[in-house]
């Protein structure tokens, strides 16, 4: 099963695509076909426009390079990823269904990612490469918060426009850290699988060096969070994919939809015995939720018991369901007889993240 390049290019719209990433036109232009940008693709802000969308057409018009793009483009910047990674992305976030092979007219995707869970990737060993043979990383309990190396890692993916030039542990990382405790986690909640990254855009003469919370994913990617310039920036460097953080010959899991969630959760469980410890648990985070069909790889393999701690996203449309229950759902269905929905626990909130930045709030 592939996409079908062209059924994605007509049916979803570049305008939709960038307003996931909070990204938005300029409220002072009227209903005209094309629509002008002052907030690049990284969140920063600008003083001129930085491109401009064509809804008739949808296409997207850099005014840099002078150059059209499409949202199959548009994605891949997005999230840097491959060009089947944002097919898949477009496909299965707007509704475009799969094509048959015999009609397909996309390249071929890349192969499935193995049932076998994998743990969470040791940082410091891989930034630390001696050679092509590697040893197995070690569990999430022995993770070191030792500084990196401080010279610049190679791009995650060919089109990818950022790099890596720095790994740092949270406990040196004072912005970092910074931000975590912003948003109600300190660092000891986080300091063993979260790290602070330093990056740059491979495009900027001056190399200025940005800064960011780092989570890595399966496939080595870095999700990143940050708040620069007042805008809360979330992105990733590398491709999509979960993070399992495994807990050895347990057949219980956790499901988040993103890592924030996760260490909140680990925070309320310190507060209130109605958030249950984690210890123990196999976590998965899903990073996105297009990667739901990546957990089900794992969870096929012998989960006995399964929480789920997605978000409530509130209804676009009236009879529309949000992304955070479509999701929940689809867990629900597949695995009806051990799934369960937790977000009883912070009903009230969209997330678990603003149930931990409103826990002691007395109304």
Not at 15 to 36: A, F
Not at 150 to 169: A, D, L, M, N, Y
Not at 290 to 308: E, M, P, S, T, W
Request: proline content about 7%; aromatic content about 10%; charged content about 25%.
């Amino acid at each position: 099963m592939s996409y079908d390049f062209k059924k994605l290019k007509e049916r979803v719209p570049i305008e939709r695509v960038l307003e996931r990433w909070n990204i938005t036109p300029d409220p002072r232009q009227g209903n005209n076909e094309w629509k002008s940008y002052r907030t690049d693709f990284d969140g920063r802000k600008h003083k001129d426009p930085c491109f401009s969308v064509g809804l008739k057409r949808n296409i997207l018009r850099d005014f840099r390079d002078g150059n059209n793009y499409t949202v199959i483009d548009v994605a891949m910047k997005l999230m840097n990823c491959s060009l089947q990674d944002a097919a898949r992305w477009l496909g299965e976030t707007f509704g475009v269904e799969e094509e048959h092979p015999h009609r397909a007219t996309a390249a071929p995707t890349t192969a499935a990612p193995a049932k076998v869970p994998l743990q969470f990737p040791n940082v410091e060993a891989e930034l630390h490469k001696q050679s092509a043979q590697q040893t197995p990383p070690p569990s999430l309990e022995r993770a070191t918060t030792t500084a990196a190396p401080s010279e610049p890692e190679p791009p995650q993916h060919h089109e990818s426009k950022i790099i890596v030039s720095g790994v740092r542990s949270l406990v040196q990382s004072k912005r970092a850290a910074e931000y975590l405790a912003g948003r109600g986690i300190p660092v000891e909640f986080a300091k063993d699988v979260c790290r602070g990254i330093f990056y740059q855009y491979t495009s900027d003469p001056t190399k200025k060096k940005w800064w960011g919370v780092g989570f890595r994913n399966r496939a080595k990617a870095w999700i990143i969070r940050n708040n620069l310039d007042s805008h809360l920036s979330k992105f990733q460097i590398g491709c999509q994919d979960i993070t399992l953080i495994e807990a050895p010959q347990s057949p219980f899991f956790a499901v988040f939809e993103g890592f924030i969630d996760f260490l909140s959760w680990r925070v309320l469980a310190s507060k209130d015995s109605g958030f249950h410890a984690l210890n123990g648990i196999n976590v998965i985070v899903l990073n996105s939720i297009v990667n739901y069909k990546k957990a089900f790889q794992i969870l096929d393999g012998g989960a006995r018991q399964i929480a789920l701690m997605l978000d409530n996203d509130p209804q676009k449309k009236i009879g529309e369901e949000s992304p955070g229950d479509a999701t929940t759902r689809k867990f629900l269905e597949r695995y009806p007889n051990i799934a369960k929905d937790m977000r009883f626990k912070y009903s009230l909130y969209k997330d678990v993240n603003d149930c931990l930045m409103n826990f002691d709030c007395p109304f």
